[in-house]
Each structure stands twice: as C-alpha cells, then as structure tokens.
C-alpha cells in the first residue's frame, strides 16, 4: 500500500508531445513484504508525531567512553566500549555491578521529551552488552537484581509516558549480545568467528530461544502498550526476523516493528524503514520511514565528545526530514548517574520554544510535493502549504515552482494576522515576504489553497550532454510501484508485480534526436526473464529481466534505442508485461544518452 503522507494528487502539464551473469540464491518468500497485517491502522500515529526521542543508556554510560586509561575516539560509539576496547565479559559484568543511576528521573525525561515537542521515546531496554535495563526473569544480568539500583527504569518510564501522552517504545539488540556465547559480535571472550552471513546456527538459536525471545516477550507482557519495538542489527535470515515479527504481533498487535528486524541486504519485513545512522534520504519515498540521529557524534555518553549539534541545527534538520517525508528520532546519552547532560536540555529547550510557534507546521503532514526548493523546505496538511523558509530571500520575493492551486491566503504561522501579498505567472507562485524573518532558524509562511492540492509534475531536462537521468525523486508510480529505500544505502523502485503497476517520467527534449536506451537494476534469480515493457513517445519495447549477482547489487544493461525526432516533452512509462506474484526488479535509473555522444567517445553505434 502506498504511503498516505504521500498520496497527493499530481496533475500532469498539457501539451506532451507524442510523435508518430553469475546467481545468489534467494527464496521467492522474500518479496513478500506484506508481513504485518493492519499495519496501515496502527501506523497513523507514528506518521503524525514526526518527531521522537532515542536514548542510549546502560552501564556504558558510567565509563563515558573510557576504561582503564583507554579511550574510545570520538566519532566512535561510546556505548560499544566494551568491543572497541575488549573488555572481558567478567571485568565487564564486574564493572556494571558497580552502576548506580540515582539521579534517574523518568518524569523528567518524559517532561524533556514532552517540552521539545516529541511525541515518542525509545529506550534501551538491552543493548549489544546483553545487560537488560529493566527487571528481566530470563537472566539476573539486568539493573533490578545485578545492581545496587534496585529500580525498572523502564516501569517507571511507561508510567510516566501514559501520564504526558507520549508513546513508550523500546529498542531490543535481538542479534548482537556479547555477553551471550551464543549471540553475534563478541569473538575475545568466545570462539566466534562470525560475520554477516556466517554463524553457528545451533549456538544462535540457543541465545535465541533461552534470553532473546524470553526477553522480548517481557517487555511486551510486563509494560502497558509497546508503541513500536526498535530492533538493531539485522538478523542472519529472512525466517529468523519473521520469528520475531510474528512475536511481537501476537502479543501486541498495534506495536509497529522497524526495518532492522530482518536481514540488511533482504526485502525489508518490518512496518517503516530504519535509514543508516544518521542518514538523509534526499527525498521521494513512498514508504514510511525514520532517521536515528545523534545529538553530538556518539549515541551512549562520552565525556570527551562534545561536538554538539546547535538548536539551530536540529530545527533545521527537523525541517529536512519531515519535509521529505520521514520521521526525527534524535538521540540522547544520558550519564552514569541517571541524569541529562546540561548542555542536552539546553539545545532542547531551545528547540522546544521553536516547536511551541510552529510544530502545526510539523505533526500531522506529509511531504514537499515540489522536489528540491532553494530557499528551504515545504510540508502538507490539508489544504495548507507550509513553506519552511531557511534562506529568507534578500529581493524579498519567494518563489513556490509547480503549484496549480489557486491560493486564497498567505501569512507567516507566527504572526496570523499579518497577510502576504502573492501573485501567479503561469505556473511560479511569488509570495512578497517583509523585510525580516519572522522566526529563527526557519520562519514558516502558510499558503491557504482551493481545494485539493494540484502540483505540476516534475519534468526531467537534458543536460549539458544532452544525456537524461531519470530516478526515484522524479518518478510518478501507480498501483503498487513504489519508489524505496534499503540497507545498502541504494534507492530504487519496486514492489510492482502487473500491468497496472507503472513508473513514469515526463521528459523534455530541447536536443532531438537518437539515444542509446539503458536500465540499470538488481534482480533476484527467480526473476529472470520476467517480461516488461518501455514505451517513450510512440515507441515501444518489450525486455526481459537478467538477474544478478545479489539482492541491492545494481547493474546497467542496454535496452536498445529510441529516436525522439521532435523537441517538446515527452512520456517514458515502464511497466511489468504480465501479472506474477513476486516483483519485477529493483530500478535504480533509467538513462538516455545522444548516439552522437557515444560516436564522439568510440562506444560505437
């Protein structure tokens, strides 16, 4: 099902013109992504809180990034000090007996989160140590029995989160546990040589089955409502995430699962997509999805680290993500002793008294129809457009490229009542802004439109070659198409299994003439020679898939020549020849390069 955040209407400009390898293995079950029924029902208020609070707190935070006079660098994770530095897991179990946090004071996180506008925590509740921060029954190793703190923080967070209506969600390490034999990551204290697709199946599945699933179901028995399980990590087989997805579905239905449940280089199982850390797609998914983000450069507390990111920082980075579609979760350290650094709550506070002006601007909307725009970013809510100006323009004028709708009004979010003069040549919207800024580091101006939301669609220009790029950013899908994101980093287009589901670009051509035609994607074994068609202006092509060497693992293949004889716009559509059950590839882009191009560099004609 397509992203309902994404689910504009886009109406396309009149006036086209349309003249006369070696195999991996992998099973068909994998394509299959539709694991979670319901999702859609459970996944609104994940969709309208845009922004949460990750925290990263055990008894890593008490050595702040050192141990014994060793240091953990900064720009290294401080909560991984036990693998950076190899401390043995009894020096390790020996030191955490140690941790104390009597300064935790799960009302005031919860009070932090609330007061810098997010709507979600995520907590720690067992981190790659194996030490579990909550009252666990499946191993003593856990901050209740092992510690002299003698307290569930995690009790006392789902409590105080029911109080301040905040989702309580918790993040569980279901592969990596080096304290575990059995679990992956910890090769000087055991006999483990693993890596990402190479293990001991029988030692895993006893971690597995005796601590990880055990555990799981704790926190999902012994909390209230789980909004979402964090998982981390990946696992070593499509069929050992499912596991996991199937347990937390059966006791919590309305729990969502992220990306990071199943394999990292497989079709991803879980309810929303988990970038790379701190990561930034440009934009265009049509799946829900989330970015975990670091506060200075490490997720657990380190002494040392104090590269922190200004308010002014996150405000714009709060901007950027929600304005492309996704979800802020922006991570804290706490310390040793349960508390939150100053220099956390100031940054936090600052970004708190931004939300209070123009969080409407942020909950509850769905991305910038327009692509990328120069002065900043752009959300949707009904029939309001929030233009979230970063550059105010020094002429004065704002430019919003695109918009068909008329607009009935424009005025800043801070100051209602102070109306924007606009006006509209053909299809640019100019907005007259006052001298100054109306806010800091991103004023907001609101444009009230007719109606529904009617957007141009993007047309894609030859460049200085004369060669056309065409990707997921300025693609238009139908049926199931979906434009996506995975592990590796790559975006492509997928999910499309019949005629009906489409992908189309609308292309301007102000150099005529004959191109070489070309597809770059990945495909498993099992889509080999699967049939789909191409058709650009009059012309037509029917391929046939190649599959390659691995899942993520794009490469280009020649699909022929098309000669576009006229300058004018036209439409290039791809689309699978015939229904199936399984999808047809992973597209990543489409290129068309000048004959003359290719002639002038010897690839011959």
């Not at 990263?56 to 240091?71: D, I, K, T, V």
């Not at 069929?239 to 996991?244: D, R």
């Not at 141009?456 to 997921?472: F, K, M, R, S």
């Not at 716009?569 to 015939?578: F, G, M």
């Amino acid at each position: 099902m397509k992203n309902k955040s994404m689910m504009l209407m886009i109406f396309i400009i009149s006036g086209l013109v349309i003249p006369g390898c070696s195999h991996q293995h992998v099973n068909n079950d994998q394509d299959k992504t539709e694991v979670t029924p319901g999702t859609e029902q459970h996944i609104d208020w994940f969709r309208d809180a845009k922004f949460g609070m990750f925290i990263h707190w055990g008894p890593y935070s008490q050595l702040a990034g050192e141990w014994n006079g060793r240091q953990v660098p900064v720009g290294r994770n401080a909560e991984w000090i036990m693998k950076e530095l190899q401390i043995p897991v009894s020096e390790y179990r020996n030191m955490a007996k140690s941790f104390n946090p009597v300064e935790f004071d799960a009302r005031e996180w919860v009070k932090l989160a609330k007061s810098t506008g997010m709507k979600y925590i995520v907590i720690t509740a067992k981190h790659h140590d194996g030490f579990a921060m909550y009252k666990s029954e499946v191993s003593p190793y856990n901050i209740y029995n092992w510690t002299p703190f003698n307290q569930d923080p995690l009790k006392e967070l789902a409590e105080a989160c029911s109080e301040e209506g905040i989702k309580f969600c918790v993040y569980y390490s279901h592969r990596e546990d080096w304290d575990h034999p059995g679990g992956y990551g910890n090769d000087w204290d055991y006999d483990n040589d693993w890596g990402q697709d190479i293990y001991d199946p029988e030692k895993f599945n006893i971690y597995l089955e005796e601590k990880a699933k055990p555990q799981l179901r704790e926190l999902l028995t012994n909390y209230g409502p789980v909004g979402l399980v964090w998982f981390d990590r990946g696992m070593y087989t499509r069929e050992q995430g499912l596991e996991f997805v199937s347990l937390v579905k059966n006791i919590q239905p309305a729990a969502l699962i992220n990306g990071r449940v199943g394999h990292y280089y497989q079709e991803f199982i879980g309810d929303y997509q988990s970038t790379n850390d701190n990561g930034m797609p440009p934009g265009g998914l049509e799946e829900y999805w989330e970015t975990p983000q670091t506060l200075n450069e490490t997720w657990g507390y380190s002494k040392f680290d104090s590269l922190w990111k200004s308010p002014e920082d996150i405000i714009i980075r709060l901007a950027e993500v929600v304005s492309r579609g996704g979800n802020y979760l922006l991570n804290i350290g706490p310390k040793g002793s349960g508390s939150i650094p100053d220099t956390t709550i100031k940054i936090f506070n600052e970004v708190g008294k931004w939300m209070e002006r123009n969080s409407e601007s942020i909950y509850g909307t769905s991305a910038n129809p327009f692509g990328e725009l120069s002065w900043g970013y752009c959300t949707v809510k009904g029939n309001k457009l929030y233009l979230l100006v970063k550059e105010w323009p020094h002429e004065g004028r704002l430019t919003v490229p695109g918009l068909l709708s008329r607009v009935k009004s424009a005025y800043s979010l801070t100051d209602r009542n102070n109306t924007i003069s606009i006006n509209k040549h053909e299809n640019i919207t100019y907005i007259d802004l006052p001298a100054k800024p109306a806010d800091t580091p991103v004023s907001v101006i609101v444009l009230e439109i007719e109606d529904k939301l009617q957007v141009a669609t993007q047309v894609v220009n030859q460049d200085e070659n004369g060669e056309i790029l065409l990707n997921y950013l300025t693609a238009s899908t139908k049926g199931n198409a979906s434009t996506r994101y995975n592990r590796k980093g790559g975006f492509h287009i997928s999910k499309w299994t019949g005629p009906d589901d489409t992908v189309e670009w609308i292309i301007n051509i102000d150099r005529p003439g004959k191109f070489r035609l070309s597809l770059e994607y990945s495909a498993n074994r099992e889509w080999e020679g699967k049939k789909y068609e191409i058709k650009a202006g009059d012309q037509f092509f029917e391929k046939r898939v190649i599959s390659t060497t691995g899942l993520f693992e794009y490469y280009e293949f020649p699909a022929g020549y098309i000669d576009l004889k006229e300058s004018g716009q036209y439409s290039l559509k791809i689309n699978p020849a015939e229904n199936d059950t399984t999808y047809l590839m992973y597209l990543k882009t489409i290129k068309l390069i000048p004959v003359e191009t290719i002639k002038s560099e010897g690839w011959g004609s």
